[in-house]
């Protein structure tokens, strides 16, 4: 066993950063033992010189270093993130090549979801019961939405025999949670066809028929006014802007929200539940949406242990007729 001193000598490590990694590991010891998933955040830029989140997926470690402030040199930030680069090994016992860094910058549209290479490198990760197929290298997100851990949840245990829709459904994480939970109908909409796919790859990797399910490539805001079908639960979890060149129109969720909400609780059925999210740490709730429905501010009990710290990562209602 080496000790920490000729460690220390050997590669430049930060030991705030160490200290603080460490900490957090205490504080998330229970949640990691209760063996409920192998992926989840332990570090959120909780010192301000380490401007990076790390979130680790199984075996592996997915870093995201966030843009540094104009006010700081490139030099000293290339610094900082090297001693972090070099801290994280040493700390969580995860070699250096099993660590995947990214840039995370402000994103437009749907560039978060646009490839950033092609080395088709992926794994299974496990969730409350569930597996899913992730992907640290080739986007700029994983295929896995950490934050909505509880939601998905939720959705298991509330879904058993119910109709459910999954709007803007990305990997189909939230449907494939609604259908091990005894969903009889599971519709995931999406305009990428690459998602769809990889929702998809997640339903077999759960024993799920896909047969059974319904995956639906087409833009939400056009096929919402067109759907013939009714449900007990829908989620909705849209982007905060789209522009992409596959929709009619620009989408942004402060301004469109009441229409994309009316648009859902038509074909909500009169009991059923509309679990509406978003990410955008600005946004406000319409009081409309308060007025003509029943809204029940989810927030809290939809933010996992591991991510606390940061309470704005998402927001989160539940949605019923009155």
């Known amino acids: 066993m080496v000790e920490t ?38 570090y959120d830029a909780d010192i301000p010189e380490y401007a990076i989140a790390i979130d680790r997926y199984g075996d592996w470690l997915h870093v995201q270093e966030y843009a540094a402030p104009s006010t700081i040199e490139p030099e000293v930030a290339e610094r900082r993130l090297q001693l972090a680069l070099n801290t994280l090994p040493e700390v969580l016992n995860v070699p250096p090549e099993r660590i995947v860094l990214k ?28 597996q899913f197929k992730v992907n640290l290298v080739d986007y700029l997100d994983t295929g896995l939405f950490l934050d909505h851990r509880p939601m998905r949840l939720w959705m298991q245990q509330n879904a058993k025999h119910k109709h459910v829709l ?10 494939v949670h609604a259908a091990l939970g005894g969903a009889v109908r ?26 059974n399910y319904r995956f ?35 989408f942004d969720i402060q301004r469109d929200q009441v229409w994309l909400i009316n648009q ?14 978003n ?19 989810y927030h809290q009990k939809s933010l996992p242990v591991d991510f606390e710290r940061n309470p704005k990562i998402h927001a989160c209602w539940l949605i019923q007729q009155r």
């Open 5 to 42: 001193a000729s460690l220390a000598e050997a590669v430049e490590i930060a030991p705030d950063l160490a200290n603080r990694l460490q900490k957090n590991l205490r504080k998330l010891k229970g949640f990691i033992k209760s063996g409920q998933t192998n992926a989840y955040r332990i």
């Open 166 to 175: 999954n709007l803007f459904c990305y990997t189909g994480a939230v449907s």
């Open 264 to 277: 859902a609780m038509k074909i909500l059925n009169p009991n059923g539940i509309l679990v509406f999210s």
């Open 186 to 211: 599971v519709d995931s909409v999406d305009m990428s066809a690459t998602y769809l796919d990889w929702a998809e790859d997640n339903f077999r990797l759960n024993n799920l028929p896909v047969e």
């Open 216 to 250: 639906i490539q087409d833009d939400v805001t056009e096929w919402l006014p067109v759907c013939p079908h009714r449900y007990d639960i829908i989620f909705l979890d849209p982007p905060t802007f789209s522009n992409s060149k596959r929709m009619r129109a620009d």
């Open 103 to 130: 840039q995370r910058r402000m994103q437009k549209g749907l560039e978060q979801y646009q490839r950033l290479g092609s080395a088709g490198q992926s794994l299974t990760v496990f969730e409350q019961g569930a």
């Open 279 to 297: 990410n955008f740490r600005r946004f406000k709730l319409d009081p409309i949406i308060s007025e003509r429905y029943q809204v029940t501010d």
